[in-house]
């Protein structure tokens, strides 16, 4: 049996209220109850997930330094967080830019994204997939490439409130879990 899918992902913070607000206030995670049964630490969930929690956070500290991964360390690079519309990732780029969070937009072809930093500097990505039964050849030939993201250019072609494909721009009818890993 292979792994098919992340379950949750945990990260360390300097300060895990600050944190609780920017994941809950800024990105939407719901704080669970009972989620801060362990001192210093707290568990999140992305709304409409069926999983006990999506994200936790553990608190070391203000004294903790940056994150080196990727410049002195190796670590992870960023999480990526997918959105059901781009309505939802133009809701989203109006509050990372409120809460000076944003620092990139992309169009990787298949995928819109949005690119931002945590209050602890970690990065993150929130993307919208298009459906398969969308894409083009011309979609598909841009993924080898990175472009800026006309967020509203693509609003225009695709639609507020279009919904995303799922993993790597399926179609969302009839997906069912799969038992590998698959090509993306």
Same mark, same amino acid.
């Given at each position: 049996?292979?792994?098919? %899918?992340?379950?949750? #992902? @945990?990260?360390?913070v300097?300060? @895990?209220?600050? !944190?609780?607000?920017?994941?809950r206030?800024?990105?939407g $995670?719901?704080?669970? !109850?009972? +989620?801060? !049964? $362990?001192?210093?630490?707290? $568990?999140?969930r #992305?709304?409409?997930?069926?999983?006990?929690h999506?994200?936790?956070?553990?608190?070391?500290? /203000?004294?903790?330094?940056?994150?080196?991964a990727?410049?002195?360390?190796?670590?992870?690079?960023?999480?990526?967080?997918?959105?059901?519309?781009?309505?939802?990732?133009?809701?989203?780029?109006?509050?990372?830019t409120?809460?000076? =969070?944003?620092?990139? =937009? /992309?169009?990787?072809?298949?995928?819109?994204?949005?690119?931002?930093?945590?209050?602890? +500097?970690?990065? $993150?990505e929130?993307?919208?997939?298009?459906? #398969?039964?969308?894409?083009?050849?011309?979609? %598909?030939?841009?993924?080898?490439?990175?472009?800026?993201?006309?967020?509203?250019?693509?609003?225009?072609?695709?639609?507020?409130?279009?919904?995303?494909? @799922?993993?790597?721009? %399926?179609?969302?009818?009839?997906? =069912?879990?799969?038992?590998?890993?698959?090509?993306?």
């Amino acid at each position: 049996m292979s792994v098919f %899918r992340l379950n949750h #992902a @945990v990260l360390y913070v300097r300060d @895990v209220t600050e !944190s609780v607000a920017f994941y809950r206030d800024v990105l939407g $995670f719901d704080y669970i !109850s009972g +989620g801060d !049964s $362990f001192r210093g630490a707290a $568990f999140l969930r #992305a709304p409409g997930s069926t999983n006990d929690h999506d994200l936790g956070l553990f608190e070391i500290g /203000s004294q903790a330094g940056p994150s080196g991964a990727g410049r002195t360390t190796v670590g992870l690079y960023h999480l990526a967080w997918e959105v059901d519309s781009l309505a939802d990732l133009e809701d989203l780029a109006g509050k990372l830019t409120r809460a000076d =969070a944003l620092v990139g =937009a /992309s169009d990787h072809g298949t995928t819109k994204s949005l690119y931002g930093k945590d209050p602890n +500097g970690l990065e $993150f990505e929130v993307v919208w997939l298009i459906p #398969a039964d969308l894409l083009t050849d011309d979609d %598909r030939a841009k993924s080898a490439s990175i472009k800026p993201l006309d967020l509203q250019r693509e609003i225009i072609r695709f639609g507020r409130d279009t919904h995303g494909g @799922v993993g790597i721009s %399926r179609s969302t009818v009839d997906v =069912a879990p799969t038992t590998s890993l698959g090509s993306g």
